[in-house]
């Protein structure tokens, strides 16, 4: 019997799937931040420091803006690509014990498919879309109605404690 993952467990999926993004986020923002050209900070216009002040970053904080995204674009394509595409699951939903799989396949959905699913997430972004488990009967978001998936939890299996009669 399948067991369609509950709503919860997807949405705290997402918050640890997220936590890598914000981290990054703020250690680009320090690093953009720690980098500024500090003449530029008395400058009372965005203009009238010259062509260096234009947004105050130095060629630092452009290289740290670049490398943090592409240490997001990275991550992104690692957890939600390879990692759920291949397993069911990403960081998040591993920790959770949610896998993600085609609905009449029952196997994950693979690495293409999977980072198609998420950017048909964006429709989510209505908030419906990600309500949308609350009262579906396979608990599906309008992602995956469209990519023809579902989130289910696998029956945990115990293991037998040996010695004990």
């Not at 579902?150 to 040996?162: D, E």
Request: charged letters at 15%.
């Amino acid at each position: 019997m399948t067991t369609y993952a509950p709503w919860w467990r997807r949405a705290a999926a997402t918050v640890i799937d997220l936590l890598p993004l914000l981290v990054l986020t703020a250690a680009g923002a320090a690093l953009v931040w720690f980098t500024r050209d500090r003449l530029c900070d008395t400058d009372t216009s965005a203009f009238d420091g010259g062509a260096q002040c234009g947004d105050g970053y130095s060629m630092w904080g452009y290289v740290s803006l670049v490398v943090t995204w592409l240490l997001m674009l990275g991550y992104l394509i690692w957890n939600f690509g390879y990692r759920q595409g291949r397993t069911g699951a990403s960081l998040g939903k591993t920790a959770l014990h949610v896998r993600v799989v085609g609905q009449s396949s029952g196997t994950p959905i693979g690495f293409a498919r999977s980072l198609l699913r998420q950017a048909v997430h964006l429709a989510d972004l209505s908030i419906v879309g990600y309500l949308w488990p609350l009262w579906d009967a396979k608990h599906q978001t309008f992602a995956d109605m469209v990519m023809e998936t579902v989130c289910v939890t696998p029956p945990r299996t115990r293991t037998p404690v040996s010695g004990t009669h």
